[in-house]
T-cell receptor, first 114, second 114 residues
Framework: EAQVTQNPRYLITVTGKKLTVTCSQN?????MSWYRQDPGLGLRQIYYSMNVEVTDKGDVPEGYKVSRKEKRNFPLILESPSPNQTSLYFCASSSSETVNNEQFFGPGTRLTVL | QKEVEQNSGPLSVPEGAIASLNCTYSDRGSQSFFWYRQYSGKSPELIMFIYSNGDKEDGRFTAQLNKASQYVSLLIRDSQPSDSATYLC??????????????FGRGTQLTVWP
């Protein structure tokens, strides 16, 4: 089944404790992206990657890191989480062959930073 | 700069009625346009995309695009209670990169009451 998976789905942590949210897709997509969704603010892009070893900042990159060492994986790293990073996070992927950048979303990770 | 604006809602319609969702965008370089449906706590699910002026129909859904007015809409005919969700408008803007970037509106919450 073609899908984007994220782990963990739910995470409660404390300020300053480094964490990684994994994202993996099995569709051989070149493009992957991370979004956060907050009430009243909609989906905002954190980072995106056009292909292996190619990443770029989105609209809200502060406090986040990413890497793209393999085509299928695009982990999101929070080196020192803070309460304002409490949010619902989505990973998405798309293929350069679609032209229109139709993105497929993972199930989401709900993060709470205390 | 706000890229994508949606009528904030919430929108409430009776079962069987037509629900009309609207979206405007600011970047004339926008090339493709998407409507995603998102149930509470779930990931966005693509329901329609359009990239040419005019109407595009898929079952009970019709997307309408007017590039001159920078306006895209979604009509849902014969609305059902199962259509109750938040609808996200997304616009793909190509600026140099091959695939472009998706910008999302904040969403319109639709409730269809029986």
């Amino acid at each position: 089944e073609a899908q984007v998976t994220q782990n963990p789905r739910y995470l409660i942590t404390v300020t300053g404790k480094k964490l990684t949210v994994t994202c993996s897709q099995n569709m051989n997509h070149e493009y992957m992206s991370w979004y956060r969704q907050d009430p009243g603010l909609g989906l905002r892009q954190i980072y995106y990657s056009m292909n292996v070893e190619v990443t770029d900042k989105g609209d809200v990159p502060e406090g986040y890191k990413v890497s793209r060492k393999e085509k299928r994986n695009f982990p999101l790293i929070l080196e020192s989480p803070s309460p304002n990073q409490t949010s619902l996070y989505f990973c998405a992927s798309s293929s350069s062959e679609t032209v229109n950048n139709e993105q497929f979303f993972g199930p989401g990770t709900r993060l709470t930073v205390l | 700069q706000k890229e994508v604006e949606q009528n904030s809602g919430p929108l409430s319609v009776p079962e069987g009625a037509i629900a009309s969702l609207n979206c405007t965008y600011s970047d004339r370089g926008s090339q493709s346009f998407f409507w995603y449906r998102q149930y509470s706590g779930k990931s966005p699910e693509l329901i329609m995309f359009i990239y040419s002026n005019g109407d595009k129909e898929d079952g009970r859904f019709t997307a309408q695009l007017n590039k001159a007015s920078q306006y895209v809409s979604l009509l849902i005919r014969d609305s059902q209670p199962s259509d109750s969700a938040t609808y996200l408008c997304a616009v793909n803007v190509v600026r140099g990169s091959t695939l472009g970037r998706l910008y999302f509106g904040r969403g319109t919450q639709l409730t269809v009451w029986p």
